[in-house]
């Protein structure tokens, strides 16, 4: 019953700025990881910037220092802050997330994506 409902994407100028929010909702115990990943035409789905509870923080070289990505508990929701868009980071974006159920256990679902586009 948990879903993962992307918002946020759209056109965008190169240079500019955008906030894509994922929303969470369901049986979530709490949260282990969260993650966003982008798939550009004709290219492999990669990942672009990744934290865990553990204090993992994996972030692909083309966005350090442009990406962040941050969580808030009380609206079981996670953002991605772009800044200084390139045409480069076109693609359909994908959130994940990493939880535990009521029952203890650890799953992960994906969000259905939101379309990024970046051009003059």
């Known amino acids: 019953q948990v879903q993962l409902v992307e918002s946020g994407g759209g056109l965008v100028q190169p240079g500019g700025s955008l906030r894509l929010s994922c929303a969470a909702s369901?049986?979530?115990?709490?949260?282990?990881?969260m993650a966003w990943y982008r798939q550009a035409p004709g290219k492999e789905r990669e990942l672009v910037t990744a934290v865990t509870n553990g204090g993992m923080n994996n972030t692909a070289d083309s966005v350090k220092g442009r990406f962040t990505i941050s969580r808030d508990n009380v609206k079981n929701a996670m953002y991605l802050k772009m800044n200084s868009l390139k045409p480069e980071d076109t693609a359909v974006y994908y959130c994940?997330?990493?939880?535990?159920?009521?029952?203890?256990?650890?799953?992960?679902?994906w969000g259905q994506g939101t379309l990024v586009t970046v051009s003059a």
């Open positions: 369901g049986n979530i115990l709490s949260i282990y990881a």
């Open positions: 994940r997330l990493g939880y535990r159920d009521s029952k203890g256990g650890y799953l992960e679902i």
